[in-house]
Nanobody, 120 residues
Framework: QVQLVESGGGLVQAGGSLRLSCAAS????????MAWYRQFPGTRRELVAA???????NYADSVKGRFTISRDNAKNTVYLQMNSLKPEDTGVYYC??????????????WGQGTQVTVSS
C-alpha cells in the first residue's frame, strides 16, 4: 500500500514562510511527477506547483516567485518552500504523486492534506 504523508503546515503571519514536506512510502517501482495542490472552502483543488522526476517544474501564476518546489528522489520526498505568504494562500494543501509499478501500471496518490493559515 502506498502512502503520502505530509507535514509542515500551520499558522503564520503575512510575509512569513512555511516549508511543506511530503514523503512517499510503501511498495512501488518509482515515482513520476510530484505536485502540490491547494483547496479553498467551497472550491476545487487547484495546482500550485509540480516537478517531474527529471527536475522540470511549473507553478501557478499566483505563486510564481514566492513558492519553490523541490524533490529529494533518494528520499521519495517533495517539498514546497513558501515565502512571502499572503492571507489568500490560506487553504488545505495536498501532495500528489504519480506512482509507477513493476508491470508498467501508473496510479495517482494523494496525501491527507495539511492546513496552511496566513493571518493578516
Amino acid at each position: 500500500q502506498v502512502q503520502l504523508v505530509e507535514s509542515g503546515g500551520g499558522l503564520v503571519q503575512a510575509g512569513g514562510s512555511l516549508r511543506l514536506s511530503c514523503a512517499a512510502s510503501g511498495r512501488f517501482f518509482g515515482i513520476g511527477a510530484m505536485a502540490w495542490y491547494r483547496q479553498f472552502p467551497g472550491t476545487r483543488r487547484e495546482l500550485v506547483a509540480a516537478a517531474t522526476s527529471g527536475g522540470s517544474t511549473n507553478y501557478a501564476d499566483s505563486v510564481k516567485g514566492r513558492f519553490t518546489i523541490s524533490r529529494d528522489n533518494a528520499k521519495n520526498t517533495v517539498y514546497l518552500q513558501m515565502n512571502s505568504l499572503k492571507p489568500e494562500d490560506t487553504g488545505v494543501y495536498y501532495c500528489n504523486a504519480e506512482m509507477t509499478f513493476w508491470r508498467g501500471e501508473r496510479s495517482d496518490y494523494w496525501g491527507q492534506g495539511t492546513q496552511v493559515t496566513v493571518s493578516s
